[in-house]
Nanobody, 119 residues
Framework: QVQLVESVGGFVQPGGSLRLSCAAS????????MGWYRQAPGKQRVLVAT???????NYADSVKGRFTISRDNAKNTVFLQMNSLQFEDTAVYYC?????????????WGQGTQVTVSS
């Protein structure tokens, strides 16, 4: 099973920036897609952004133009650069890996990291 280790989130003022990282225990070339999800208090976990092995990205409408997902293949790491942060971005952010092994599809999750946007 793929293990994912996320960086520590933090507190940031509205309009500020923060970068999250997620390190995988295996080569990310073996992972179909990696992504970030978030869960705000009392709400369901929702997709933030994903990136495929081929580098194709997908973003939630709420973060388009503000967040950027990228990958460093040599370090087996995926990043989420978050700019122009808003109060509504406060949530626990989870890294996700979507992959196949011997015909079976798996999903691994990181432990979650808290991002708080507050003045």
């Amino acid at each position: 099973q793929v293990q994912l280790v996320e960086s520590v989130g933090g507190f940031v003022q509205p309009g500020g920036s923060l970068r999250l990282s997620c390190a995988a225990s295996v080569s990310i070339f073996s992972i179909n897609a990696m992504g970030w999800y978030r869960q705000a208090p009392g709400k369901q976990r929702v997709l933030v952004a994903t990136i495929t092995t081929g580098g194709v990205t997908n973003y939630a409408d709420s973060v388009k133009g503000r967040f950027t997902i990228s990958r460093d293949n040599a370090k087996n790491t995926v990043f989420l650069q978050m700019n122009s942060l808003q109060f509504e971005d406060t949530a626990v952010y989870y890294c996700n890996a979507d992959y196949w092994r011997t015909g079976v599809r798996y999903a691994s999750w990181g432990q979650g990291t808290q991002v708080t946007v507050s003045s």
